[in-house]
């Protein structure tokens, strides 16, 4: 599975839905964080050093930002699964 490519597609979409408005969220949460965290994995990918984000470690980044997605109301969890399953 291209978790990265999945990563970057969920949060294009909470871009696009205008997750960074959402009032409930905090710092771990929030539209800035999924920013760094998609910051680092480019840099990690463009930079040479991608051993830094095994499989699991990725699938783990993947999994909260898709969770807290969808806790709050940005996504559903079809939409996950679709995504998920397009990057297989």
Do not use: S
């Not at 970057?8 to 871009?15: F, K, P, V």
């Not at 990918?45 to 699991?56: I, L, V």
């Not at 898709?66 to 996950?80: D, F, M, P, R």
């Amino acid at each position: 599975m291209n978790q990265r490519e999945a990563f970057n597609e969920t949060l294009g979409l909470a871009i696009n839905r205008d997750y960074i408005n959402n009032k409930l969220a905090h710092d771990d949460t929030d539209m800035a964080h999924f920013l760094e965290m998609q910051r680092k994995i480019d840099k990690a990918f463009e930079g040479g050093m991608e051993e830094y984000f095994t499989d699991a470690k990725l699938g783990r980044w993947l999994g909260y930002l898709q969770g807290v997605l969808v806790a709050n109301k940005c996504l559903t969890l079809e939409e996950c699964k679709e995504i998920n399953r397009r990057w297989a």
